[in-house]
């Protein structure tokens, strides 16, 4: 069974920055798709950056310039860094693994295995 843990959340000024982590385990598999995807109270949760194995990345617009994913096909990890964050950016963060790109990168509905969240909070 795939399992993926989340790490790295945490609570920041404006402006400031968080790096994510998530790591793949119970699986010698290591050409996942993955993402990172965010949920803010009473919103639907969307995708923020998803990286193929190949290197190949999405982000959404929102993000764009300010955050950067990154991956460890030998870890069977990815990283978020994410910079100048804003408070709108305050949400819960998760990681997701699937075993082929999606059609959509940043559609959570096509990722098959994810992670149980880590929160960011950014203060104005």
């Known amino acids: 069974q795939v399992r993926l843990v989340e790490s790295g959340g945490g609570s920041v000024q404006a402006g400031g920055s968080l790096r994510l982590s998530c790591a793949a385990s119970?699986?010698?598999?290591?050409?996942?798709?993955m993402g990172w995807f965010r949920q803010a109270p009473g919103k639907e949760r969307e995708g923020v950056a998803a990286i193929d194995s190949d290197g190949s990345t999405g982000y959404a617009d929102s993000v764009k310039g300010r955050f950067t994913i990154s991956k460890d096909n030998t870890k069977n990890s990815v990283t978020l860094q994410m910079n100048s964050l804003k408070p709108e950016d305050t949400a819960m963060y998760f990681c997701?693994?699937?075993?082929?790109?999606?059609?959509?990168?940043?559609?959570?509905?096509?990722?098959?295995?994810w992670g149980q969240g880590t929160q960011v909070t950014v203060s104005s």
């Open positions: 997701a693994a699937n075993y082929f790109r999606p059609r959509a990168v940043l559609n959570p509905g096509e990722y098959r295995f």
């Open positions: 119970g699986t010698t598999y290591t050409s996942y798709c």
